[in-house]
């Protein structure tokens, strides 16, 4: 199996060092080949993300990543600047599918801002849908408004769509993880205001016909975030949309007490997987981590 290495920016490279290195003691078939992506690809390659990156990343059986980022790439014009890296390789390998498990373990449990009795045992998964929202819509941009109560002013503007078969295909991914588990799915949405929440719902509530074993309840987005720090333990799989998946599962990073504790799996309609730490390229601290 060829595994694509691509240790980014930061703390990336010194992170995946290290899972190389668990890689090579387990003696496995595996032909490991490195590329540079983000920050480190500009520099060389005048793109975060080179054709010959994102060759190496289609052509391999899985992809181990890193982190992408620096300020020194602030300047850049946005499509140029690291972020775009791991944007451009979701969309170009259709890694729609984001699992982010958030485990409390007994001997960490102390490490967490919470309670030991609101944390301890914690194990629940988040599903982000990877592919589509607000970071993938269009139109988007910056214009002079055409309207509205500032006609005229500068405003920037994104959009948020969901067609149906993308909330279809996320939702049989949480409802299959969830019969490996506990057999609970909370969908997360903001319906109550959005059309696409509305379709997200409908279409959630549909799928969940095919799998009577498990229980299904929805929850909105502001509602979500509260109970992940009242009642995580409640919680068992929550599969939601882009955005929103975004910021809930940097929350639930923090019960575990800290980002760097959550791994995170990005996959497509055949299981083809990017694996990477959830946590930044954490610049102000590269290269000094080993020496701690």
């Known amino acids: 199996m060829k595994i694509a290495v691509l240790p980014g920016d930061g703390i990336g490279p010194e992170i995946v060092a290290q899972a190389v290195k668990v890689l090579e003691a387990l003696r496995l078939p595996l032909a490991l080949e490195t590329a540079p992506v983000g ?15 994102l060759d190496l990343a289609k052509a391999a059986d899985a992809i181990l990543f890193g982190a992408v980022g620096d300020w020194k790439y602030d300047t850049l014009a946005r499509e140029l600047r690291p972020e775009q890296a791991i944007l451009g390789l979701r ?7 984001n699992f982010r498990p958030a485990i409390c373990y007994k001997e960490l449990t102390a490490a967490s801002s919470l309670k030991p009795e609101i944390v301890g045992g914690l194990d629940i998964l988040i599903v982000r849908e990877l592919n ?8 988007k941009g910056i214009r002079n408004a055409p309207d509205g109560l500032f006609a005229g002013a500068r405003e920037g ?22 019969r490996k588990r506990n057999r609970k799915v909370c969908s997360v949405d903001k319906s109550n205001v959005l059309e696409t929440s509305q379709l997200w719902r ?29 009642a995580p333990k409640s919680f068992d799989v929550i599969v939601t949309g882009n955005l929103f ?28 997987g990017l694996y990477e730490p959830s946590h930044g390229s954490a610049p102000d601290i ?7």
Do not use: C, W
């Not at 920050?39 to 990156?53: E, F, M, Q, S």
């Not at 969901?162 to 993880?177: C, D, L, M």
């Not at 639930?252 to 299981?271: Q, V």
């Open 91 to 97: 969309k170009h390998l259709g890694l729609f599918a």
């Open 39 to 53: 920050g480190a690809a500009y520099d060389v390659a005048g793109h975060p993300l080179p054709p010959a990156t």
């Open 157 to 178: 503007f994104d959009t948020m769509r969901y067609s149906e078969p993308e909330i279809e295909r996320i939702a049989h991914v949480a409802f299959a993880a969830a």
């Open 286 to 292: 590269a290269e000094r981590i080993l020496r701690i």
């Open 202 to 230: 409908e279409v959630m509530t549909r799928i969940a016909k095919e799998y009577s074993d498990v229980e299904l309840s929805h929850m909105y987005v502001d509602n979500a975030a509260m109970q992940l720090v009242r």
């Open 245 to 272: 998946g975004d910021i809930l599962s940097d929350e639930a990073a923090m019960l575990t007490g800290s980002i760097g504790m959550l791994p995170s799996a990005s996959l497509d309609k055949n299981n083809k």
């Open 132 to 139: 589509g929202d607000i970071y993938f819509g269009s139109p």
